[in-house]
């Protein structure tokens, strides 16, 4: 009985962590704009980057633009849970941006759900970001 208590969470591991590279994977191949912040549509306005952007790297490197500047972070991720930490930003002026609202955003996000091509960063049930790959 032990050998099977054993043998099942060993298996429940190893799907637990290909389900995490999977998820991994699906963020890491694209480049993700965000298109609202807590429900509110971003305007690009007349910034040099336009809409912030999110981007999953590998070693768990986090960096885009804020709209305005650019940052380098990092992100965990387990299961549904992230958690994002923006690190480094640059310290450009841009009027109209963004960048506040963002990086007060990406603070409170704890979830994430992958809907179809829509990233979308959570706070339990409460919208934080909408986000769309890039098209390249």
């Keep these: 009985m032990i050998k ?3 043998s099942l ?5 190893i799907i637990s962590a290909c389900s995490n590279a999977d998820l991994i994977t699906n963020l890491s191949d694209k480049e993700w ?7 509110k549509a971003i305007n690009p306005g007349n910034q040099p980057d336009g809409f912030p ?3 999953f790297g590998s070693n768990n490197k ?3 633009s804020t709209g305005c500047n650019r940052y380098i972070g990092s992100f965990k991720i387990d299961k549904n849970l992230i958690s994002l ?10 009027d109209d941006s963004p960048e506040d ?13 992958l809907e179809g091509n829509t990233l979308a960063l959570l706070n339990g049930s409460k919208s934080i970001m909408q986000l ?3 098209e390249k």
């Excluded at 969470?9 to 591991?13: A, D, E, P, R, T």
């Excluded at 609202?101 to 759900?113: G, M, N």
């Design 4 to 6: 099977i208590i054993i």
């Design 9 to 13: 969470s060993v298996m429940l591991s």
């Design 33 to 39: 704009k965000v298109i609202s912040i807590k429900g």
């Design 53 to 55: 952007t999110l981007n």
């Design 62 to 64: 986090l960096f885009g």
């Design 85 to 94: 930490q923006p690190g480094a930003v640059t310290k450009m002026y841009c």
């Design 101 to 113: 609202a963002f990086l007060s955003a990406v603070k409170q996000v704890s979830e994430f759900k």
């Design 132 to 134: 769309i790959p890039i």
